[in-house]
């Protein structure tokens, strides 16, 4: 299988593009703006360089599937992958019988169940492979990837897994790769709120951020969002461009309570976490970096992590 679509180029779906081929695997290119008769692919600043790397570009979702053996999706919200997979102008509705579908979003268990029934009718394969990592991680190939599916399929897929991901993990039937996922944002969340606490409360005492932060980082505290997004953004108070949007990770703090609530599960930390984020919300951070739910703490406490003016490197 070396013809494979890509279905929404964001940060994401760009690097699995950029990493198919250099595996040296066929790549379509689409999303939203390729149906627009004004859209230049070839002056994006996304597409450009992917199209130069040998990249194709369709016009229609139809233009896709007809070309694909696999297709990887990665969409916003439940609502758009059900979009792009089902209805007349659908990737099911064009792909061919014994062709994949790789869904790598965040959605929900029921959607992504829903949308397998409905390939399956018309023999096609699907896996739920929601991928953590951010853009980086997506770029240098090294993402985790959480599969679900039948395991068949998990192999027969496991050469593009191999070529997009770095840490690649098969965790059972169709929808556990979305169970655990969510699962993930809400811890990956509850970092950042508490760590928006707990440096506010520890600066107002009177602690250097940089002497907090590499204790911290040495001790049992210590956490992958420390590691990697707040040196780059809350420790320079640079929220923009996001490397995660905010508004994006409510709507996975949002899913997984959903799904808690459907199981009878209390989920009483990710509640006050869930409420955090819609505070940043209502403060219009919606487009900034998931981090800048620090500010909702800022705010509160009346201190901010890093002073106007001041450096942290």
């Known amino acids: 299988m070396r013809r494979v679509g890509v279905v929404g180029i964001g940060n994401m779906g ?41 990249c194709r570009v369709a016009k229609t979702l139809r233009e896709v599937g007809e070309f694909s053996q696999v297709v990887i999706t990665s969409v916003p919200m439940p609502e758009d992958f059900l979009a792009v997979c089902t209805g007349d102008e659908g990737l099911i509705a064009s792909m061919k019988e014994g062709s994949y579908i790789i869904d790598t979003s965040t959605i929900d268990v ?33 993402m985790t990837i959480m599969a679900g599916g ?72 210590n956490c992958w969002m420390l590691e990697n997004f707040f040196p780059e953004t809350v420790f320079k108070n640079k929220f923009d461009p996001p490397r995660f949007a905010l508004r994006m990770m409510l709507k996975d703090i949002d899913l997984y309570m959903r799904t808690a609530r459907a199981l009878g599960v209390p989920s009483i930390v990710s509640g006050t976490v869930m409420q955090m984020f819609t505070a940043a919300m209502a403060m219009g951070n919606g487009e900034l970096d998931v981090t800048s739910v620090v500010q909702v703490a800022e705010k509160l406490g009346e201190q901010k992590i890093l002073s106007d003016g001041e450096n942290n490197g």
Do not use: W
């Open 150 to 221: 039948d395991k068949e399929d998990f192999d027969a897929c496991l050469p593009i897994f191999e070529c997009i991901g770095g840490n690649i993990n098969y965790m059972g039937r169709i929808g556990t790769g979305q169970m655990v996922k969510l699962c993930n944002q809400a811890i990956s969340a509850s970092q950042s709120a508490v760590m928006g606490e707990v440096f506010v409360t520890g600066i107002k005492a009177g602690l250097g951020l940089e002497d907090m932060a590499n204790v911290i980082r040495a001790s049992s505290g």
């Open 110 to 142: 029921e959607t992504t169940r829903r949308v397998h029934s409905i390939a399956g009718d018309k023999g096609i394969r699907t896996l739920d492979a929601p991928v953590s990592g951010g853009p980086a991680g997506a770029r240098n190939g090294t």
């Open 14 to 54: 760009a690097g699995i593009a950029h990493n198919l081929r250099e595996g040296k695997f066929e790549v379509v290119l689409y999303s939203k703006r390729c149906g627009d008769p004004l859209f230049e692919p070839e002056r994006d600043e996304t597409f450009g360089p992917l199209m130069e790397k040998g």
